[in-house]
């Protein structure tokens, strides 16, 4: 839709193909309904970094189309923009309904025929360079290709793969795509007892063997079957490669902000406090209510022991629970429940200056569907919407012009 919006702006006349009923679909569930339309990170290089050895690349689309220009592009068009914590730039009502609405507006104001429902079967070749696309619907011609077909997360949004198909049967490289960012899986079957409950202000460790490997400050939650939030979809992508290694374990450290002997003294005085009570009321000052009854099961305290006979022992167990939780990871969800796909058509085999194929002269490529994945916090749509910028008017100068600028 970016993509398509800028070519036409920038003169070309723009025909947009898409398989579903409407345009935009996966917008809707980014950002648990509220789309983080970008990151507040002013410095390109910076910005870059979170994209590991394939950052370097993505220079030319952020110089061209970066953060404060997304942020002024909604903005003019009337949709006031909030910055919130870890700089996430979300839409100020909170509606990832009004950036699907905008964009397809912007695709009205930018002259941009729209087909939805139409689903391209194939690129067909002719020589050097891509003659048409086929759909159900006919044939369709144009001067120039730009492929937008996303990753492979959650199918259900139009995401079937199709874009890394065809480059690959036009000899482009395709690395393997994968899952990325997704909630980790534990052996632990208590999860699903506590999993209304947001975790904020904790810190999760990632272990293997005794060594820790990453950790991480934030919010965490517990699922039917394991734990999501942001800090476990980010410490995900590490987790799907260790386990290749052998086991991993997480750690979760409930009070991160105060070291276990401070801590234990916490303890002490709490038991203190309430030492003629059953140590199953001696929890409400420490902990959220909806986990007491977790800890007092893990902790194997009996609950109706009075808090002056808690042994020594049995306080030493309590404090491990709070500040060193051991999680067993049993795995990482799968392209079903990830938020962006790993992997894609490889940086090497595209001119990232403008986003045009190497191998294919009038063929060019942005988004999820080329090989870049970004942390959370709105680094991978801003990636889309800087690649899917340049990729629009490095092709609509083509067409005019027969040369990008
Ligand atoms: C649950 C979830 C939450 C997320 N939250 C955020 C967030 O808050 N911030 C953030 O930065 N990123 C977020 N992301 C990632 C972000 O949504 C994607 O990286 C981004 O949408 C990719 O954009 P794209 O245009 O490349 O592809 P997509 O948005 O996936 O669009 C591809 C389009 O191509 C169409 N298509 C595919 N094949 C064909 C075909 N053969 N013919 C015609 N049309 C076709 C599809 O129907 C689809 O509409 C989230 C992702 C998920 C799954």
Redesign the pocket.
Known sequence: MFAAGHASLAGARVLL????RR?????L???KGR??VTNNEPDVRKFSGHFGSGGKALLTALYAHGVQDIIDFFTRRGLPLTVERGERVFPTRGDARDVQKLLESFLVEAGVAVRCS???RRLVRDGSSIAAVETPSGIFRGRCVLV????L??RE????G??YRWARELGHEVVEPEPALTAIRLAETWTGEVSDLNLRNVELRLMQEGKLLEQRFGEVFFTRNGIGGPIVLDLSNRTRLALKDGGVSLVLDLKPAVDPSLFDKRLQRELTAHANKDFRNALGGLLPKALIPLFIKLSEIDPEKKCHSVTREERLRLLKLFKELRLQVTGCDGFGKA??TRGGIDLKQIDMRTMRSKLVDNLYFA???LDLDGPTG?????V?WSTGYLAGVSAAARVQDGTEK
């Open positions: 193909l898409e398989k579903n345009c935009g679909a996966k917008i569930i980014t950002g789309c983080n139409c689903e391209v937008t077909t996303g990753g997360s959650y949004t139009g995401c079937t199709d874009g938020i962006i988004g999820e569907v709105g680094f991978n749509l801003q889309c």
